[in-house]
């Protein structure tokens, strides 16, 4: 199994990036998806969670109206569009998965190496 991020960078705070994951290994179409965050010595927090057909999603309620989650299982690849930047979503962005949904303490099955997203003027 491979999670690979992408699509971090430097932003200037009111802009929008988009955060793609690039899966690999195992049957993307029939796993949960998920997106976390961890900032500058805080611990890790979860951003979103997508089913595996993508008709269901769910956002943390700090991030609701700015950020969306989705798939496209033809491309085995999940998104986060990132929008309205503010300096307090600069962190390191996270994909991970699991086979059965996983509601609370993130023990996803698998885990990427992250990507960094900085937002600073």
């Known amino acids: 199994v491979q999670l690979v991020e992408s699509g971090g960078g430097l932003v200037h705070p009111g802009g929008s990036l988009r955060l793609s994951c690039a899966a690999s290994?195992?049957?993307?179409?029939?796993?949960?998806m998920y997106w976390s965050r961890q900032a500058p010595g805080k611990g890790l927090e979860w951003i979103a969670t997508?089913?595996?057909?993508?008709?269901?999603?769910y956002i943390t309620d700090a991030l609701k109206g700015r950020f969306t989650v989705s798939r496209d299982n033809a491309k085995n690849t999940l998104y986060l569009q990132m929008n309205s930047l503010k300096p307090e979503d600069t962190a390191q962005y996270f994909c991970?998965?699991?086979?059965?949904?996983?509601?609370?303490?993130?023990?996803?099955?698998?885990w990427g190496r992250g990507t960094q997203v900085t937002v600073s003027s």
């Open positions: 997508i089913s595996p057909f993508g008709d269901n999603r």
């Open positions: 991970a998965t699991s086979r059965d949904l996983i509601v609370t303490g993130q023990r996803y099955d698998y």
């Open positions: 290994g195992f049957t993307f179409g029939s796993y949960w």
